[in-house]
C-alpha cells in the first residue's frame, strides 16, 4: 500500500489497511506482493505528477512478476479514471473516493478473476467513523484524526469539492469514541484534519461546533496535545482562538492558511476574507496566546497576479515573520473557475516568485529557530535516530509531524511515544538540536 498525498489521504490509506487485514490480507513491505494498491493525490499538478509516476513505477514492478496485480484509488481515478483507464492499460483497477469500505471485496474480485469494469467511480459521499478499523502509520504516540471530509468553501482553485464532495462532519460522539480509544492505546497527540476544521458542525443540525468538540476532548485523560490543522481565517471564530488560549492541552500551534494578502486576489480566489481582517487576525492570535506558532500557506502566480501584488505578498512575509511558511506556484487546474480567468502567469514567473519568498523565510525561519536556544521544551519522541551522533527524533509543540522541522536528541534516554522535557541546544533553519533534562 503506498500512500501519496495529505494526512487525510493517508487516514483513507489506513483504513483500507485495516479492511484487508480483516479479510485475511498481510501488508507487505515491498512491491514483492499479490497487489499493489497506489493511493493518489490530484490537488496540484505537482501531486498528479507524482501519483503518475508512481503508477508508472509500480506497473513496471508488475511487468517485471514482483506483484500481480496493480490497482489505483484515490483522488486521481475520482477525477479522471475514465480518461487514466486507456492511457493505463497496466493498472487492473481504478476506484474512487467513496469506495473505500468495499476495498476488500475489490481486490478479492480481481484476484479471483478478470474485472469486467476496471473503473469504479461512485459518489465521494463516503465518511469513516469511530467504527471503521484503522492500522496506525503515524510514529507512536501520535495519530490523526479525521473529523470532516469534503468541502464547502468553494476556493476558485480548488477542485477538492468536485473530488471529496461537500463538507461533512463526524457526529461529535463518534470523533469522541475514536479519540477516546486512541488514547487508552498510548496515544498522546491527537492531530484533528479536515479541509477546514473551522467548519466542523455547520452542515448539521445537532449544534455541534469545533469549540464544543474540543472542551470535551480535553477533558481525556492520558492526552497531552490536541493539534489543529487547515483554519481558514475567514472562520476561525473568537470562541475558537479562546479555547486555543485557555486549554493547555491544545497546541499553541495553528495552520492558518492564508493564500495571499492582496484584496483582489484574495476576492477572485473567493477567500471570503479581506487583507485587513487577516491582519487583524494574526494580531488577535498573537496577542490572546503569546508564543503561538503560526503556520501558513501561500499562492503565488494566481491569474492578475501583477508584479505589484505580488510585491504586496512578500512585503507582508517579512513584516508578519510567520514560524513555518510554504508557497505553491498556482496550478491551472481544469474544471475549476480559476482556469478559464484571464491574466494566468508565465511558469518561469511563478517559479521565480516562490523562490523570492522562500528565500525570504530561510532567514526569517534561521533567526525565530536560533530564538529557541536555551529554551526547555517538552518533545514527543518519534524514533530512533539513524543518523551519527543522534539518539532520537521527535517533535516539540511548535512542529506539526511531515511538514515542519525535527527535534533531534543528541544526550538522555527515552522510548518512541514517550514526552520528555529537552533542553534546546542548538538549531538550523528547519531543525532543533537538544538533550533530554526530564524523562
Given at each position: 500500500?503506498?500512500?501519496?498525498?495529505?494526512?487525510?489521504?493517508?487516514?483513507?490509506?489506513?483504513?483500507m489497511?485495516?479492511?484487508?487485514?480483516?479479510?485475511?490480507?498481510?501488508?507487505?513491505?515491498?512491491?514483492?506482493?499479490?497487489?499493489?494498491?497506489?493511493?493518489?493525490?490530484?490537488?496540484?499538478?505537482e501531486?498528479?505528477?507524482?501519483?503518475?509516476?508512481?503508477?508508472?513505477?509500480?506497473?513496471?514492478?508488475?511487468?517485471?512478476?514482483?506483484?500481480?496485480?496493480?490497482?489505483?484509488?484515490?483522488?486521481?481515478?475520482?477525477?479522471?479514471?475514465?480518461?487514466?483507464?486507456?492511457?493505463?492499460?497496466?493498472?487492473?483497477l481504478?476506484?474512487?473516493?467513496?469506495?473505500?469500505?468495499?476495498?476488500?471485496?475489490?481486490?478479492?474480485?480481481?484476484?479471483?478473476?478478470?474485472?469486467?469494469e476496471?473503473?469504479?467511480?461512485?459518489?465521494?459521499e463516503?465518511?469513516?467513523?469511530?467504527?471503521?478499523?484503522?492500522?496506525?502509520?503515524?510514529?507512536?504516540?501520535?495519530?490523526?484524526?479525521?473529523?470532516?471530509?469534503g468541502?464547502?468553501?468553494?476556493?476558485?482553485?480548488?477542485?477538492?469539492?468536485?473530488?471529496?464532495?461537500?463538507?461533512?462532519?463526524?457526529?461529535?460522539s463518534?470523533?469522541?469514541?475514536?479519540?477516546?480509544?486512541?488514547?487508552?492505546?498510548?496515544?498522546?497527540?491527537?492531530?484533528?484534519?479536515?479541509?477546514?476544521?473551522?467548519?466542523?458542525?455547520?452542515?448539521?443540525?445537532?449544534g455541534?461546533?469545533?469549540?464544543?468538540?474540543?472542551?470535551?476532548?480535553?477533558?481525556l485523560?492520558?492526552?497531552?496535545?490536541?493539534?489543529?490543522?487547515?483554519?481558514?481565517p475567514?472562520?476561525?471564530?473568537?470562541?475558537?482562538?479562546?479555547?486555543?488560549?485557555q486549554?493547555?492541552?491544545?497546541?499553541?500551534?495553528?495552520?492558518?492558511?492564508?493564500?495571499?494578502?492582496?484584496?483582489?486576489?484574495?476576492?477572485?480566489?473567493?477567500?471570503?476574507?479581506?487583507?485587513?481582517?487577516?491582519?487583524a487576525?494574526?494580531?488577535?492570535?498573537?496577542?490572546?496566546?503569546?508564543?503561538?506558532?503560526?503556520?501558513?500557506?501561500?499562492?503565488v502566480?494566481?491569474?492578475g497576479?501583477?508584479e505589484?501584488?505580488?510585491q504586496k505578498?512578500?512585503?507582508?512575509v517579512?513584516?508578519?515573520?510567520?514560524?513555518?511558511?510554504?508557497?505553491?506556484?498556482?496550478?491551472?487546474?481544469e474544471?475549476?473557475?480559476?482556469?478559464?480567468?484571464?491574466?494566468?502567469?508565465?511558469?518561469?514567473?511563478?517559479?521565480?516568485?516562490?523562490?523570492?519568498?522562500?528565500?525570504?523565510?530561510?532567514e526569517?525561519?534561521?533567526?525565530?529557530q536560533?530564538?529557541?536556544r536555551?529554551?526547555?521544551?517538552?518533545v514527543?519522541?518519534?524514533?530512533?535516530?539513524k543518523?551519527?551522533?543522534?539518539?532520537?527524533e521527535?517533535?516539540?509543540e511548535?512542529?506539526?509531524?511531515?511538514?515542519?522541522?525535527?527535534?533531534?536528541?543528541?544526550?538522555?534516554e527515552?522510548?518512541?511515544?514517550?514526552?520528555?522535557?529537552?533542553?534546546?541546544t542548538?538549531?538550523?533553519?528547519y531543525?532543533?538540536?537538544?538533550?533530554?533534562?526530564?524523562?
Amino acid at each position: 500500500m503506498i500512500s501519496l498525498g495529505c494526512a487525510k489521504n493517508r487516514v483513507d490509506t489506513e483504513v483500507m489497511l485495516a479492511l484487508l487485514q480483516q479479510r485475511g490480507w498481510v501488508p507487505s513491505p515491498t512491491d514483492e506482493a499479490d497487489v499493489v494498491v497506489v493511493n493518489t493525490c490530484t490537488f496540484i499538478r505537482e501531486a498528479q505528477d507524482e501519483s503518475i509516476e508512481t503508477i508508472l513505477e509500480m506497473a513496471g514492478a508488475k511487468k517485471e512478476g514482483r506483484c500481480r496485480r496493480l490497482v489505483v484509488t484515490g483522488c486521481l481515478p475520482q477525477r479522471y479514471g475514465s480518461e487514466l483507464s486507456p492511457e493505463l492499460p497496466e493498472v487492473d483497477l481504478f476506484l474512487g473516493t467513496g469506495e473505500v469500505p468495499r476495498i476488500a471485496d475489490f481486490l478479492e474480485n480481481l484476484l479471483a478473476e478478470e474485472p469486467r469494469e476496471r473503473v469504479h467511480i461512485g459518489s465521494p459521499e463516503y465518511l469513516y467513523d469511530h467504527r471503521t478499523p484503522r492500522i496506525l502509520t503515524s510514529p507512536p504516540g501520535s495519530m490523526y484524526l479525521k473529523i470532516t471530509e469534503g468541502c464547502s468553501n468553494l476556493c476558485s482553485y480548488c477542485i477538492i469539492p468536485t473530488v471529496r464532495g461537500r463538507l461533512r462532519s463526524r457526529a461529535p460522539s463518534s470523533v469522541w469514541e475514536e479519540a477516546k480509544q486512541a488514547v487508552s492505546q498510548g496515544i498522546k497527540e491527537i492531530i484533528l484534519i479536515g479541509q477546514d476544521i473551522t467548519q466542523y458542525g455547520r452542515d448539521r443540525s445537532d449544534g455541534a461546533d469545533l469549540v464544543t468538540l474540543l472542551r470535551r476532548l480535553v477533558s481525556l485523560d492520558g492526552l497531552r496535545w490536541i493539534r489543529l490543522l487547515y483554519a481558514h481565517p475567514a472562520h476561525l471564530t473568537p470562541e475558537i482562538i479562546e479555547g486555543i488560549a485557555q486549554e493547555e492541552k491544545i497546541c499553541k500551534y495553528l495552520d492558518l492558511p492564508i493564500q495571499h494578502i492582496d484584496d483582489r486576489i484574495l476576492q477572485a480566489m473567493n477567500r471570503k476574507v479581506t487583507e485587513r481582517e487577516i491582519r487583524a487576525l494574526i494580531d488577535r492570535l498573537r496577542e490572546r496566546i503569546p508564543g503561538i506558532v503560526l503556520r501558513t500557506t501561500l499562492m503565488v502566480g494566481f491569474p492578475g497576479e501583477t508584479e505589484k501584488s505580488f510585491q504586496k505578498l512578500l512585503g507582508f512575509v517579512k513584516e508578519t515573520r510567520f514560524d513555518r511558511l510554504g508557497v505553491f506556484a498556482y496550478s491551472r487546474e481544469e474544471g475549476t473557475p480559476a482556469a478559464g480567468m484571464k491574466g494566468q502567469v508565465g511558469e518561469k514567473t511563478k517559479a521565480r516568485r516562490q523562490h523570492q519568498i522562500m528565500a525570504l523565510q530561510k532567514e526569517i525561519s534561521r533567526q525565530k529557530q536560533k530564538e529557541l536556544r536555551g529554551a526547555q521544551l517538552q518533545v514527543l519522541i518519534e524514533r530512533p535516530a539513524k543518523a551519527g551522533g543522534i539518539l532520537w527524533e521527535g517533535r516539540t509543540e511548535g512542529q506539526a509531524p511531515e511538514v515542519d522541522g525535527l527535534t533531534l536528541i543528541t544526550k538522555g534516554e527515552a522510548r518512541p511515544g514517550e514526552m520528555v522535557k529537552v533542553l534546546i541546544t542548538d538549531s538550523t533553519v528547519y531543525d532543533l538540536y537538544g538533550e533530554i533534562i526530564e524523562s
